[in-house]
């Protein structure tokens, strides 16, 4: 067995009904799959059952703990010496594995990441919400693209593997409940191991469908990005800064365009920077709707995480409160 796929799943069923039917079809097949129930009051069993035929999945359950100590759960379940870690919510095309096996033949990769992208079926909310977050213009490009603006690479849980290697020497994902897959990835860059981008193993990325449950998802990110800082105080760059930037101005803006009338001005900034954003969106997709909706989704975005990152400057560092965690309680409702 060449690659264990690891996949924590909480009340999902459908969507990971959709990723093992992608993996039906994969080119290198050398590969099981280790579905981790965290908790869930919907479970899976039955999808996984349905696909044992047409695949080598394993289904275990376990109380709730997130979806770091979920994974660590199915590594060490798992037989193989390399373990993908996929998000139940993603897909993968035909040569995915494939991609991965050439280059960690050519690279000599201990642990590795692709990018997401999105897919045909996928909504319109959900196409925006993909441009928000894998954009040069919104993310500076640290989930996986080529053009980066935000130094080394760390691969990101939604598509992820490393070697068992690894896994040994860092004990897998910590117990935080976000931000557990870069504070994995610093660790291991830490402590000397290979660790590259894979371009041609990219994911289709669903995430979440609506755009309240993707403000509370970038919020947490946000926090987390402080306590990353915290805990590896060197990694915090100036790309980090800009979303609470964003935040600070564009409130800034509408206080003052509402309060004075010349404050009106403030805006043009803020109008030049969603045009750029519209007419990037247009040309990707192809599409009105998606553009103008990928607007409101790099607004939703920026703003999310910049108050995430705000807050979590006021709780964890102004006021030492390191456990502090935003909307984790209501994180999936």
């Known amino acids: 067995m060449t690659y264990s796929i690891i996949v924590a799943v909480y009340n999902r069923p459908s969507e990971l009904e959709d990723l093992l039917e992608s993996l039906t079809t994969q080119t290198f097949t050398d590969f099981e799959v280790v579905v981790v129930e965290d908790g869930s009051s919907i479970t899976s069993q039955n999808v996984c059952a349905s696909y044992s035929k047409h695949l080598n999945v394993s289904y275990f359950t376990k109380p709730n703990s997130g979806p770091g100590p979920s994974r660590n759960y199915g590594c060490r379940r798992a037989s193989a010496d390399v373990f993908i870690f996929l998000d139940s919510d993603c897909m993968v095309p035909p040569e995915y594995l494939a991609s991965v096996d050439n280059a960690r033949k050519l690279h000599g990769y201990d ?32 989930r996986g693209s080529k053009r980066r603006v935000t130094g080394t690479f760390h691969p990101r849980s939604f598509n992820m593997g490393i070697t068992r290697e690894v896994f040994n020497a860092t004990d897998g994902f910590s117990t935080m409940r976000f931000g557990e897959d870069i504070d994995l990835s610093i660790r291991i860059l830490n402590l000397g191991f290979i660790v590259g981008l894979i371009p041609e193993a990219w994911v289709f990325h669903k995430r979440r469908t609506d755009l309240k449950k993707f ?28 979303p609470a930037s964003f935040t600070l101005y564009l409130s800034l803006a509408i206080i003052y365009s509402l309060a004075l009338p010349m404050g009106i001005y403030l805006l043009i900034p803020i109008a030049g920077y969603a045009a750029t954003l519209f007419f990037s969106a247009l040309v990707q997709s192809k599409s009105v709707t998606v553009g103008l909706m990928s607007v409101l989704a790099s607004i939703v975005q920026l703003v999310g995480y910049g108050s995430g990152f705000l807050s979590g400057v006021f709780w964890k560092v102004m006021l030492n409160r390191r456990d502090h965690n935003g909307f984790s309680r209501t994180f999936y409702k």
């Open 111 to 142: 642990a590795f990441g692709g990018p997401d992208r999105d897919h045909p079926s996928f909504t319109t909310v959900q196409k925006a919400i993909s441009f928000a977050m894998t954009s040069i213009l919104t993310t500076g490009g640290i």
């Open 215 to 242: 403000f509370k998802q970038v919020y947490n990110s946000g926090s987390a990005r402080i306590s990353l800082s915290i805990k590896h105080p060197s990694t915090l760059k100036i790309a980090h800064l800009f």
